[in-house]
């Protein structure tokens, strides 16, 4: 089983920055892909990125260039660095874990990203 906490979610003026954290509990979590997700309101939830067991990363082409996914094995931790915020990236944003299927199987409650114009 695997647990997932997010944090580091606020609000933030356009243009401005915002790291978010995903504490994983389990012995996996190396082993496993890990996404950023994200769902506004009144829209369906969206792949922000995510990051491979071995580091190999993709991105939405909204974040592209903006965003920075990456994890720290060590510390059983994913991060999504947020850079030139912009008011539709406004959304709550969710850590989640690969299962053996091949889908994401495990899900953080979430945490609230606002930005404001």
């Known amino acids: 089983q695997v647990q997932l906490v997010e944090s580091g979610g606020g609000l933030v003026q356009a243009g401005g920055s915002l790291r978010l954290s995903c504490a994983a509990s389990?012995?996996?979590?190396?082993?496993?892909?890990m996404a950023w997700f994200r769902q506004a309101p009144g829209k369906e939830r969206e792949r922000v990125a995510a990051?491979?067991?071995?580091?190999?990363?993709n991105y939405q082409d909204a974040v592209k260039g903006r965003f920075t996914i990456s994890r720290d094995n060590a510390k059983n931790t994913v991060y999504l660095q947020m850079n030139s915020l912009k008011p539709e990236d406004t959304a709550v944003y969710y850590c989640?874990?690969?299962?053996?299927?091949?889908?994401?199987?495990?899900w953080g409650q979430g945490t609230q990203v606002t930005v404001s114009s």
């Open positions: 989640a874990g690969e299962g053996v299927s091949g889908t994401y199987a495990y």
């Open positions: 389990g012995r996996t979590f190396s082993s496993r892909t």
């Open positions: 990051i491979s067991a071995n580091g190999r990363t």
